[in-house]
């Protein structure tokens, strides 16, 4: 189920997306955001296929930290040097090569568009083959809301949760290869089991 959203981490382009110049976007002047998450994905019939909770980090522009609480116990930690992605629940550890940060969805949380407007005039673009209708909103300072549809029909919903207080630094998105896990080096160039990768 949570294959979905590494798979959107890894694998989608982000076209720009347009400032709000009327309210001020919760994270604007920031460069660090932590909170809380929830995900719904609807597949075509507009019915709920899975949803999930969990933890996030982020540190602009490079760092994103996800720790799936529920119902799968993961955590995704991307950086300029690598994508982790360790399901705790099966004790697997996959190190993958970085994707391209800056051009994920994820990204748009940093200046998406504040959408007040009716569902005909939101802010979208089309992001190659993997998802498309993407919108980013603020319903107030302390929530960010973004929407998309995949290349299946299936649309994705993400509320994120700001918290105000605490510094999100470079140490939270170190990942540590715990000893009796299964370790995969998917990467193109091997990085080896190094431990800790900031």
């Known amino acids: 189920m949570t294959k979905l959203l590494s798979l959107w981490l890894i694998s989608a382009v982000l076209a720009p997306t347009a400032q709000a110049t009327e309210d001020t976007w ?22 709920v296929a899975f ?7 982020a540190l602009k522009p490079h760092h994103f930290r996800w720790e799936i609480e529920s119902p799968d116990r993961q955590l995704l930690v991307a950086t300029p040097e690598a994508f982790w992605q360790w399901d705790k629940d099966l004790d697997v550890v ?21 959408d007040d407007r009716s569902s005909s ?5 089309h992001f190659g083959d993997g998802v498309k209708n993407l919108s980013i909103r603020s319903p107030d300072e302390n929530t960010i809301i973004v929407r998309f549809e995949d290349s299946l029909g299936q649309r994705t919903l993400f509320e994120f949760n700001l918290e105000m207080q605490g510094v999100v630094t470079s140490s939270a998105f170190a990942v540590t290869v715990p000893d009796g896990v ?17």
């Open 121 to 125: 005039d939101v802010e979208t673009g």
């Open 182 to 198: 299964d370790f995969y080096d998917e990467t193109s160039r091997s990085l080896g089991r190094s431990g800790a990768i900031e």
């Open 94 to 114: 996959i190190l993958r090569d970085a994707p391209e940060i800056e051009d994920l969805p994820i990204s748009a949380i940093w200046n998406g568009a504040v």
């Open 26 to 47: 919760p994270l604007e002047g920031q460069n660090t955001a932590s909170g809380t998450f929830h995900q719904t994905v609807m597949d075509i019939n507009g019915t």
């Open 51 to 57: 949803s999930s909770t969990g933890r996030f980090a």
